[in-house]
């Protein structure tokens, strides 16, 4: 079931993302006045498996044009920070027997975007050279970290190169409303209003 009465079929996407990322003026971040370089792809949910096979292709497509990409899986970010604390093994031992609201209060203060996510996400960025950050894994780590936590903490690090988050769910814009990250199509993530919804992107 589609979300969104104008989405286009999946070989559609990967032929418009292709051709707006390999785009110079996209590149350059050329025409977003001054916002920030962040882009929000949305895709129903149930797509998320050939959706993360595209943009696997797209990775390898853009690197033969010479476009380095940077993944960022944030569930793959956040079992590392949890085996870098010694408490990945923990977590999983609890997991069963631990009230669900105590389990989510300890992955959120671990995890928290602020204090340790984002930064991890930043010591990633130093250490590489890339053209795009590509942000998937946001339904795999909700509700512990909230996509739109991650962009307000990347807003004053991640502002050189163009970020495409891959959103399983809707990103609405109006006027009347503002921005919306609905996670799923269905859970109100939070108003986010600084990305541009890469579908609407011209070359």
């Known amino acids: 079931m ?5 989405i286009l079929p999946i070989q559609d996407r990967y032929d418009h993302l292709f051709k707006v990322i390999s ?19 949305p895709y129903p949910p149930e797509e998320s498996l050939p959706m ?14 010479g476009i380095g990409i940077l993944n960022i899986d944030l569930y793959d970010l956040s079992v590392d920070i949890l085996k870098k604390r010694n408490i990945w093994e923990e977590i999983l031992d609890i997991e069963k027997d631990t009230p669900k609201s105590e389990l989510m209060e300890l992955l959120q203060g671990v995890l928290d975007p602020k204090s340790h996510l984002v930064r991890e996400i930043c010591a990633i960025m130093a250490q590489t050279s890339f053209d795009v950050m590509f942000i998937s894994g946001v339904g795999e780590v909700f509700p512990y970290i909230r996509s739109h936590n991650v962009l307000n903490n990347l807003q004053s690090t991640a502002r050189d190169q163009p970020t495409v988050m891959f959103f399983p769910g809707v990103y609405t814009q109006t006027l009347e409303k503002g921005a919306t990250l609905n996670l799923f199509g269905r859970l109100h993530d939070d108003k986010y209003y600084r990305a541009f919804n890469i579908f609407h992107r011209e070359v």
């Not at 589609?2 to 104008?6: G, L, S």
């Not at 785009?23 to 792809?41: A, H, Q, T, V, Y």
């Open 23 to 41: 785009s110079e003026r996209f590149l350059k971040m050329e025409g977003l006045g001054n916002d920030l370089p962040f882009f929000i792809c």
């Open 52 to 65: 993360d096979r595209m943009r696997q292709q797209l990775t390898s497509r853009l690197g033969k044009r």
């Open 2 to 6: 589609n979300m969104q009465k104008d």
